[in-house]
């Protein structure tokens, strides 16, 4: 064999960065938490099913424990009895996490404008996407999720997000 010829090692060889690696893993392997209350999380599921295929984003692999997930999905009304448990999980997350506010309800709790609904999860969490609908149709959550990783390839590595937010519910 002659190794003299250097296009054998062309196609072998390759060469990148760490920080394009990291960002290339963390693009490419998103583990959702939803936290589905209404008719937003039935789209949801439409979302992660056959026809619209979430996976082909990196982001099949739905976790059920806050502490195994990045990306916290909050689909549906969330009333002011399950908000301190929604900042429980978004505190349970590890460092760096995303939030994406699905629908008209998570967003600015829809038509609920009454004392029991949270007008916006984000008067508790900080939220990194809104999704806009009642209910949104699967594309524009899909759509969200790609917005998530192009703010994935132009975040700071290994930062802790969103530390000047302050909650209703961070002076308890």
Known sequence: MD????HLLDEAVVTTTIDAVVDWGREASLWPFVFGTACCAIEFMSTAASRYDISRFGAEVLRFSPRHADLLIVAGTVSYKQAPILKQIYDQMPEPKWVIAVGACASTGGFYDNYTTLQGIDEIIPVDIYVAGC???PEAI?????????QLKHEEKFAVRNTDFKGKLDDI
């Open 3 to 6: 190794v003299s010829n250097t």
């Open 135 to 137: 209910p949104p149709r």
């Open 142 to 150: 899909l759509d969200s999720v790609m917005d998530i990783q192009k």
